[in-house]
């Protein structure tokens, strides 16, 4: 099981610096999301930003500022998806890109261009962020004979982590359990991540 932290979806004191905290305590994949943001104030952020880790930032939006940076990771809204044809992924797919993006229902992700190497699946609980974000676990059981993983998104939690894996899912997607509270980001990061590799050893074992 992987964790993937979205970046809040408003402006933060100090992102850049969190964002590094997050990568320095073991974070491996951080998606840069912010719906309202312009592409210079999306650069104001990655400039201060560990060149190491941008192998491991998935944009969201300004794609192109990809070009600018040593950026392969490129998530799709589903609008967004829905307006790329499949000739264009294939092209990002063969210049190296880690294409991404989010599915709100078992069909979508069936239907799902292979292209996507993993999706953002859900609600799957009450969102934390978004009161109106309600859960359906039942309308994500597990698909089978598809290649793109699937990331568990809406509610989650050091809870509920356990039954992220239970349900078959490939990792998470961590927002509000990480930022609705920024002073203490890294402290819940890390309790999420001591769940995660204890989830990681029992897999391992029973393997």
């Given amino acids: 099981m992987e964790l993937i932290v979205i970046s809040s979806p408003t402006a ?47 944009l969201h939006q300004h794609h192109q500022l990809s070009g600018n940076y040593p950026i392969k990771r ?22 190296g890109y880690i294409l991404s993006t989010s599915i709100h229902s078992q069909i979508d992700f069936q239907n799902l261009n292979a292209h996507f190497d993993y999706s953002f699946v859900g609600p799957l609980f009450d969102s934390i962020s978004k009161s109106e974000y309600k859960a359906s676990v039942e309308k994500f059981v597990e698909v089978k004979d598809k290649t793109t993983l699937r990331f568990a998104l809406g509610g989650i939690c050091k809870e509920n982590l356990q039954d992220v894996f239970d349900l078959n899912f490939d990792g998470a997607a961590i927002l509000g359990a990480i930022w609705s509270d920024p002073l203490k980001a890294i402290e819940k990061f890390n309790e999420l991540k001591e769940i995660q590799e204890k989830i990681n050893q029992y897999d391992l074992k029973n393997a």
């Fill in 12 to 58: 933060l004191k100090k992102e850049a610096s969190l964002i590094n905290e997050l990568f320095d305590a073991g974070l491996t994949i951080f998606h840069l999301r912010k719906p309202n943001s312009t592409g210079l104030e999306i650069a104001n952020i990655l400039k201060d930003i560990k060149p190491a880790y941008f192998s491991r930032i998935s």
């Fill in 74 to 95: 490129l998530h799709f809204t589903e609008i967004e998806r829905l307006k790329t044809t499949a000739l264009k992924l294939e092209e990002l797919k063969s210049k």
